[in-house]
């Protein structure tokens, strides 16, 4: 039984915590930590992976622990063998560029306890079957992963990044605790099961639908949730970045997905999917343009994870809607898509955190305006960056592409709906996913412009070495996967089907790895149908003879002459084109509505040496007009009830017994 040895697994990565926590400051502890959880984790993959595609029955366990009169229950069904598929693989990937990188870390004993920790309660959050269980493991993955933003404290971004997340991340479970206090009724039944066999009124399961956006999106990183995200991720070292944006984002959908798919059942209304589709539309957008903004790779990278989760919220939206309706093959169409994606998010979105980290070990550097010219002295790190980049900006034939079009198809079948509202929604989410898009590209064009090519901006990208072998190898087993689930992917889809067919009442898309020359069909090939390995071999085949062509007819002769300098002869690289002004023209087309954006341009007068210069100022505006206020009450009202802690006993007595009465009160008006 697999679910036994995940279980014990688990433990295991427990324990090797523990064990790091005595050992961490030997010279040896960082490779055995990391080893230890590489194997445990590729363990746990083939087992997961084994029982998703053999599409084996539910498995559960119950164990005497947690409250007494509940126990601690456990299943592994399609759904969580996915996720686990996806926690374990950034694991192992995660742990295998550790063993180099983790040799550079300033200060192993904050991170080494911690770090399989924290694969093991992503790992016990997918596994667990009752609503303590699930929420203890939620807590603890919280709290690790908190732990391991703190690694570096002593900076003051780092520890005000650490003290948002744990305040965000309480207010999460917060939330799901009363969703699933909700969902269980006057009975207490926490166990799932018995939540599955309960019944709730519409009304009731609305407002748990909305407790489980604001508890999963704010761990998700859904638009307004998301303040805390491009602080934290950042802040951890970039194997635990990638950990955090890569995977432990996926733990929160599958805490959405769980509740809302699986415990509330069918949708009770169709404005649920609008609702969900309309977050996501908005958070894809705001989280691209929030990216373009940035010069720090990592908080640029931290930022497009709000973009792909809305992404993926949008193939959750659609998926409701459909369902709402009665629609079921076109919402096993958009839950593939938003499955798909999460899968393709993992996989990028972890090779451009372990990239910027393999830069970040030979620079010193995460801001692009110190970097350029790279690809000379890390020919790799650039080959596997380009390729996460180009996957992430939805270019075939790489993931990213097909789970973006199987949603655009998504899309196209919304005119079926019913509700006139949904008829014009969808198609403005879509040119919301369109616009998305288009500017990833943009974005990507700029980070991968401005880390790599050009001339070094500082002295520390002109002394860069390339990475060690084991980050190398990690990068580029995430760049191949990348392409594999590009143009394979109907066998992707094909396993993805039993976890659609849990979640839509048993209907799921076609198979998909019978078509002929491995075509993606997933409605018919009459209306679409996407073949990424011909794909691939006509960009091969293509290129190859473009390069003959012009090797075979260009003229022989051969002259020098001087490179062009872009309109300025000064040698400098300071004369180069910079992440700023790449960002410009988008700048002042939304800034001035999305981010407050102001320009202030000082220009000596004549005579005078001292240079021009152009100040920006980006506010934001969910910080300004949401939480701000809010820190300003609680300061406020703590600052007013602070003279309470001078109280005499008196009136701690008299305080006491007041509240007592105030409850005794509103209990007997409740019954």
């Not at 005595?22 to 746990?44: D, E, P």
């Not at 063998?81 to 950034?90: D, H, K, R, T």
């Not at 407790?211 to 194997?239: E, I, M, N, T």
């Not at 699986?262 to 009770?268: C, T, V």
């Amino acid at each position: 039984m697999p679910l036994p040895l995940l279980l014990s697994l688990s433990m295991a990565l427990l324990t090797v915590g523990i064990y790091a926590i005595a050992t961490a400051r030997h010279a040896s502890c960082s490779r055995r930590v990391y080893s230890v959880a590489l194997a445990i984790s590729g363990v746990a993959l083939i087992l997961v992976l084994t029982h998703l595609l053999t599409a084996s029955a539910p498995a559960t366990l119950t164990l005497p622990l947690s409250l007494p009169w509940l126990g601690a229950h456990f299943r592994l069904d399609a759904l969580s063998a996915f996720f686990l598929i996806v926690v374990n693989l950034g694991g192992a990937v995660a742990s295998l560029f550790a063993l180099g990188y983790g040799q550079h870390e300033r200060a192993p004993e904050r991170v080494l306890p911690f770090f399989p920790a924290f694969l093991a309660g992503m790992n016990l959050v997918l596994l667990a079957d009752d609503a303590f269980t699930f929420l203890f493991a939620w807590e603890f993955m919280s709290l690790t992963s908190w732990a391991l933003v703190m690694a570096h404290h002593q900076e003051s971004a780092n520890a005000r990044a650490g003290y948002l997340y744990l305040v965000m991340a309480c207010f999460g479970t917060l939330t799901l605790l009363l969703a699933f206090g909700m969902m269980a009724g006057p009975n207490g039944g926490y166990d799932f099961a018995a939540i599955r066999a309960g019944e709730m009124t519409p009304g009731l399961a609305a407002v748990v639908l909305i407790l489980a956006l604001l508890g999963a999106g704010s761990k998700a990183g859904l638009v307004p949730l998301h303040v805390w995200l491009p602080l934290a991720h950042p802040a951890a070292p970039s194997h635990v970045s990638a950990l955090m944006s890569g995977v432990m984002t996926k733990v929160a959908v599958y805490g959405f997905i769980r509740i809302v798919f699986d415990l509330l059942g069918e949708p009770m209304a169709w404005w649920w999917g609008g609702l969900v589709l309309a977050l996501g539309g908005i958070t894809a957008v705001l989280g691209v343009l929030y990216a373009l903004m940035q010069h720090d790779l990592k908080r640029l990278l931290a930022y497009h994870t709000v973009e792909n989760i809305g992404i993926i919220f949008i193939g959750l939206g659609l998926a409701l809607a459909f369902q709402a309706n009665h629609m079921y093959a076109s919402a096993a169409l958009a839950l593939t898509a938003a499955l798909f994606h999460i899968l393709n998010h993992s996989l990028f979105k972890s090779l451009l955190f372990l990239g910027t980290g393999a830069v970040l070990t030979a620079t010193g550097e995460r801001d692009m305006e110190r970097l350029g010219g790279l690809i000379h002295p890390m020919p790799w790190t650039a080959l596997a960056f380009l390729m996460g980049a180009a996957a992430i900006s939805a270019l075939p034939p790489l993931n990213g592409f097909v789970s973006e079009w199987l949603t655009f198809q998504a899309i196209l079948l919304t005119p079926e709906l019913p509700q006139w509202l949904l008829k014009f929604l969808a198609p403005a989410v879509g040119a919301l996913l369109a616009l998305s898009a288009a500017l990833a590209a943009a974005c990507f064009v700029k980070a991968f412009g401005i880390t790599f090519l050009g001339r070094p901006r500082s002295p520390a990208a002109t002394q860069a070495q390339e990475t060690d072998r084991y980050s190398l190898v990690a990068m580029f087993t995430l760049a191949a996967l990348c392409l594999l689930a590009g143009i394979l992917p109907g066998l992707v889809v094909d396993s993805l089907a039993p976890v659609v067919g849990l979640l839509n009442g048993g209907a799921q898309l076609a198979t998909q790895h019978t078509q002929p020359w491995l075509t993606l069909a997933p409605i018919v090939d009459a209306k679409s149908a996407y073949n990424g390995l011909l794909v691939l071999l006509f960009m091969a085949l293509s290129g190859t003879a473009a390069a003959l062509l012009i090797h075979r007819f260009a003229s022989s002769a051969s002259r020098r002459g001087p490179a062009w300098d872009c309109g300025f002869p000064d040698a400098s690289p300071a004369t180069q084109y910079t992440a700023g002004s790449f960002a410009q023209p988008i700048r002042r087309v939304f800034g001035s509505i999305v981010f407050q954006a102001r320009e202030r341009v000082t220009m000596p007068p004549p005579g005078d040496g001292r240079p021009a210069r152009l100040e920006v100022q980006l506010r934001d505006p969910v910080w300004d007009y949401g939480y701000a206020p809010i820190t300003m009450a609680v300061i406020a009202a703590s600052t007013r009830a602070n003279h309470l802690q001078y109280l005499t006993i008196r009136r701690y007595l008299s305080l006491v017994f007041g509240a007592l009465v105030v409850l005794l009160l509103g209990m007997a008006l409740w019954r």
